[in-house]
T-cell receptor, first 114, second 115 residues
Framework: GAVVSQHPSRVICKSGTSVKIECRSL??????MFWYRQFPKQSLMLMAT?????????EQGVEKDKFLINHASLTLSTLTVTSAHPEDSSFYIC??????????FGSGTRLTVV | AQSVTQLGSHVSVSEGALVLLRCNYS??????LFWYVQYPNQGLQLLLK??????LVKGINGFEAEFKKSETSFHLTKPSAHMSDAAEYFC?????????????FGTGTQLKVEL
């Protein structure tokens, strides 16, 4: 079946630094990838939709300059949290559209900003 | 526009008992419907999905769901709960066409299985 690899699974960074999260589709081409943020005990909040070779589309209220998304190839999308602050601490999940399941999710990244 | 309502943020059942997790949706176009399971600090795993055809959909781990258009529902059931079923469950909808193919999630239901 379709597999999406997301790295790192956990990261701790200092306030003010940037963190990059990678999302790779391993056995299929993903023209569209989605980035979600999940707060404890809550549902997934869509942050942005990235399409290969074009600019990401951000949801209302999501700062595009803080959450930089790059989708340079059909198998890789990255989310960079710039100048991270403690309030950016969260669980981030990517999803790729494609494969037999329709949408395949990565295993998530727990970001802690200290 | 589309939305998903999951009734009951927490459901508790005894091991061996029936599991019923409720999901109602609202969609202006024919929808695709999904159920996902999430274990702590992990991504989402697809349990089952409805696209077209047979309205009773069977998924992994003994789960199934029935699409009822007249009731705009897609409830998830399992005849006999197992301890390993304890997790967070999300119902989701996406438009059959258009809408950017975005998934809209319900707020989730935490399933607890007791001995």
């Amino acid at each position: 079946g379709a597999v999406v690899s997301q790295h790192p699974s956990r990261v701790i960074c200092k306030s003010g630094t940037s963190v990059k999260i990678e999302c790779r589709s391993l056995d299929f081409q993903a023209t569209t990838m989605f980035w979600y943020r999940q707060f404890p005990k809550q549902s997934l909040m869509l942050m942005a939709t990235s399409n290969e070779g074009s600019k990401a589309t951000y949801e209302q209220g999501v700062e595009k300059d803080k959450f930089l998304i790059n989708h340079a190839s059909l198998t890789l999308s990255t989310l960079t949290v710039t100048s991270a602050h403690p309030e950016d601490s969260s669980f981030y999940i990517c999803s790729a559209r494609g494969g037999t399941e329709g949408y395949t999710f990565g295993s998530g990244t727990r970001l802690t900003v200290v | 526009a589309q939305s998903v309502t999951q009734l009951g943020s927490h459901v508790s059942v005894s091991e061996g008992a029936l599991v019923l997790l409720r999901c109602n949706y609202s969609s202006s176009v024919p929808p695709y419907l999904f159920w996902y399971v999430q274990y702590p600090n992990q991504g989402l795993q697809l349990l089952l999905k409805y696209t077209t055809g047979a309205t009773l959909v069977k998924g992994i781990n003994g789960f199934e769901a029935e699409f009822k258009k007249s009731e705009t529902s897609f409830h998830l059931t399992k005849p006999s709960a197992h301890m390993s079923d304890a997790a967070e469950y999300f119902c989701a909808v996406s438009p059959l066409t258009g809408g950017g193919n975005k998934l809209t999630f319900g707020t989730g239901t935490q399933l607890k299985v007791e001995l």
